[in-house]
C-alpha cells in the first residue's frame, strides 16, 4: 500500500480510513511548529481584509511576531504598504490585489486560509463607496465566500454604538452589517469596540488639532455624552486572542477601555497632556452641521464630516450581558497610561519631556 510521511520515522498508510475529515489538503504552514517567535509557525494562516488602516497595521504586527502567515488583499498604492513589510518573517506576509465588488477576486485570498478577519472600513462616504457598501456589501461577500471555503474563523469588526436608531449613518450601516454577517457565518466572532486611540488615531489627535480652529467647539459643551475609548492595541490583542480561543466562536464581545468620561473632561484632559489653552464653547448640532459640510466639498480626505460630530457626541453604550476584554485575557488600558504617546507631538517645544503627572487626570464616571 502507499504510504504518506507524517513526521520524522512516522508514516501513516494512505488507505487508512482518516480520523479528520477535512476538505482541504493541510498545508505545512498550518502545522504549528518551532519556538515561538517571529521564525516560528503558528499554524495560522489568516487573511486580514483592511489591513492598511488603522487597527490593521497592529493586527498584522501581532500575527507577525508569532509567526503567522498573512495574507494582505490591498486596493492602494504600493508604497502604503511598506511599513506592514517588515512585520513578518521572510515570505510570511502575502500581498494580494484585489476588488471587493469581485467574488472570484475574494474567493482568491481566502481559499488557502484558516481565518479571515475583516477590518474594511471608512470614516467618511465616497462617490464609489458609501457606508452601505463598506459596512453592509462587502462584509456580507467576504462572510459568504469565507463559508464556501470552509475557512474555520471568521472576525468581523463592528462598533460599540451599531444601532438602527442612531443619527450617524456610520453607525446605522455597522448595525446592518453586523446581523448580515451573523446571518452568512454563524460562527462568526463579531468585535464591538468603542472609540479606539493610538499614535496614529482619529480621535484624540482629531480633538488636539481643533487648536488651530480657536477652540473646541462641543455640542451642549460635551456634558450630555460619554465616552470610553479603548486602546487599539487592546483591539489587535482581543482578535489575535479571539482566533487561539475556540470557545469564542460565534460570540459578540463588546471592547470598552476601564474609564468612562464625559466628553467635556476627556478634551480637557487632551489639552492638558498637550499643555494647550482649552477653550471649549457650545456650537448647536445644524450649525456643526453647516461647517463640517465645508469639510466635506475637500476633494481629499475631509478632516470633519457631519456624520462625524454625529458619533463623536454619542454616548458610549454598556453590555453588561456581553463578554469583553477580560473575557479574552486582556486587562484594559487607561486612557491616562497611552495618551502621552499620542500627544506629545502636540506639546511645544518647552513642554516636550515634561511629566506625564503634571497634567491633572480626567475625571472618570462609574462603567
Same mark, same amino acid.
Request: glycine share 6%; hydrophobic share 40%.
Given at each position: 500500500?502507499?504510504?504518506?510521511?507524517?513526521?520524522?520515522?512516522?508514516?501513516?498508510?494512505?488507505?487508512?480510513?482518516?480520523?479528520?475529515?477535512?476538505?482541504?489538503?493541510?498545508?505545512?504552514?498550518?502545522?504549528?511548529?518551532?519556538?515561538?517567535?517571529?521564525?516560528?509557525?503558528?499554524?495560522?494562516?489568516?487573511?486580514?481584509?483592511?489591513?492598511?488602516?488603522?487597527?490593521?497595521?497592529?493586527?498584522?504586527?501581532?500575527?507577525?511576531?508569532?509567526?503567522?502567515?498573512?495574507?494582505?488583499?490591498?486596493?492602494?498604492?504600493?508604497?502604503?504598504?511598506?511599513?506592514?513589510?517588515?512585520?513578518?518573517?521572510?515570505?510570511?506576509?502575502?500581498?494580494?490585489?484585489?476588488?471587493?465588488?469581485?467574488?472570484?477576486?475574494?474567493?482568491?485570498?481566502?481559499?488557502?486560509?484558516?481565518?479571515?478577519?475583516?477590518?474594511?472600513?471608512?470614516?467618511?462616504?465616497?462617490?464609489?463607496?458609501?457606508?452601505?457598501?463598506?459596512?453592509?456589501?462587502?462584509?456580507?461577500?467576504?462572510?459568504?465566500?469565507?463559508?464556501?471555503?470552509?475557512?474555520?474563523?471568521?472576525?468581523?469588526?463592528?462598533h460599540l454604538n451599531?444601532?438602527?436608531?442612531?443619527?450617524?449613518?456610520?453607525?446605522?450601516?455597522?448595525?446592518?452589517?453586523?446581523? *448580515?454577517?451573523?446571518?452568512?457565518?454563524?460562527?462568526?466572532?463579531?468585535?464591538?469596540?468603542?472609540?479606539?486611540?493610538?499614535?496614529?488615531?482619529?480621535?484624540?489627535?482629531?480633538? *488636539?488639532?481643533?487648536?488651530?480652529?480657536?477652540?473646541?467647539?462641543?455640542?451642549?459643551?460635551?456634558?450630555?455624552?460619554?465616552?470610553?475609548?479603548?486602546?487599539?492595541?487592546?483591539?489587535?490583542?482581543?482578535?489575535?486572542?479571539?482566533?487561539?480561543?475556540?470557545?469564542?466562536?460565534?460570540?459578540?464581545?463588546?471592547? *470598552?477601555?476601564?474609564?468612562?468620561?464625559?466628553?467635556?473632561?476627556?478634551?480637557?484632559?487632551?489639552?492638558?497632556?498637550?499643555?494647550?489653552?482649552?477653550?471649549?464653547?457650545?456650537?448647536?448640532?445644524?450649525?456643526?452641521?453647516?461647517?463640517?459640510?465645508?469639510?466635506?466639498?475637500?476633494?481629499?480626505?475631509?478632516?470633519?464630516?457631519?456624520?462625524?460630530?454625529?458619533?463623536?457626541?454619542?454616548?458610549?453604550?454598556?453590555?453588561?450581558?456581553l463578554p469583553g476584554?477580560?473575557?479574552?485575557?486582556?486587562?484594559?488600558?487607561?486612557?491616562?497610561?497611552?495618551?502621552?504617546?499620542?500627544?506629545?507631538?502636540?506639546?511645544?517645544?518647552?513642554?516636550?519631556?515634561?511629566?506625564?503627572?503634571?497634567?491633572?487626570?480626567?475625571?472618570?464616571?462609574?462603567?
Amino acid at each position: 500500500l502507499p504510504f504518506c510521511v507524517v513526521g520524522p520515522g512516522i508514516s501513516v498508510l494512505a488507505a487508512a480510513p482518516s480520523v479528520l475529515q477535512q476538505h482541504r489538503q493541510v498545508h505545512h504552514a498550518v502545522i504549528p511548529h518551532g519556538r515561538s517567535g517571529r521564525s516560528s509557525v503558528s499554524g495560522i494562516v489568516a487573511t486580514v481584509f483592511g489591513a492598511t488602516g488603522f487597527l490593521g497595521r497592529y493586527v498584522v504586527n501581532r500575527l507577525g511576531r508569532i509567526g503567522s502567515q498573512v495574507i494582505i488583499p490591498y486596493r492602494c498604492d504600493q508604497y502604503d504598504l511598506m511599513y506592514l513589510r517588515p512585520m513578518g518573517d521572510l515570505g510570511q506576509l502575502l500581498f494580494l490585489e484585489w476588488d471587493c465588488k469581485d467574488k472570484d477576486s475574494i474567493r482568491r485570498a481566502v481559499e488557502h486560509s484558516n481565518v479571515v478577519i475583516n477590518l474594511v472600513g471608512k470614516e467618511w462616504e465616497t462617490k464609489n463607496f458609501n457606508f452601505e457598501d463598506e459596512f453592509v456589501n462587502i462584509p456580507t461577500r467576504i462572510a459568504q465566500i469565507t463559508r464556501e471555503a470552509g475557512v474555520e474563523t471568521l472576525i468581523h469588526i463592528s462598533h460599540l454604538n451599531a444601532s438602527m436608531k442612531s443619527p450617524s449613518k456610520y453607525l446605522r450601516s455597522k448595525a446592518v452589517g453586523e446581523k *448580515a454577517v451573523r446571518e452568512e457565518f454563524p460562527d462568526a466572532i463579531i468585535l464591538k469596540p468603542s472609540e479606539m486611540f493610538g499614535r496614529e488615531d482619529r480621535f484624540l489627535n482629531h480633538y *488636539a488639532n481643533m487648536r488651530w480652529f480657536g477652540g473646541v467647539p462641543l455640542i451642549s459643551l460635551g456634558k450630555k455624552t460619554v465616552k470610553q475609548p479603548v486602546y487599539v492595541v487592546d483591539v489587535a490583542k482581543a482578535i489575535i486572542n479571539a482566533v487561539k480561543d475556540p470557545n469564542a466562536k460565534g460570540k459578540t464581545y463588546a471592547l *470598552a477601555g476601564p474609564n468612562r468620561y464625559l466628553l467635556y473632561d476627556m478634551v480637557e484632559y487632551i489639552y492638558a497632556v498637550c499643555f494647550r489653552t482649552f477653550l471649549p464653547y457650545p456650537l448647536p448640532r445644524p450649525l456643526y452641521h453647516l461647517v463640517a459640510r465645508f469639510f466635506e466639498i475637500n476633494p481629499f480626505e475631509p478632516w470633519l464630516t457631519r456624520d462625524k460630530v454625529d458619533r463623536f457626541h454619542t454616548t458610549d453604550m454598556t453590555f453588561p450581558d456581553l463578554p469583553g476584554l477580560e473575557d479574552l485575557g486582556i486587562q484594559p488600558t487607561s486612557l491616562e497610561q497611552k495618551a502621552i504617546e499620542v500627544l506629545r507631538r502636540h506639546r511645544r517645544y518647552r513642554w516636550l519631556d515634561a511629566e506625564l503627572e503634571e497634567a491633572k487626570p480626567a475625571k472618570t464616571y462609574p462603567v
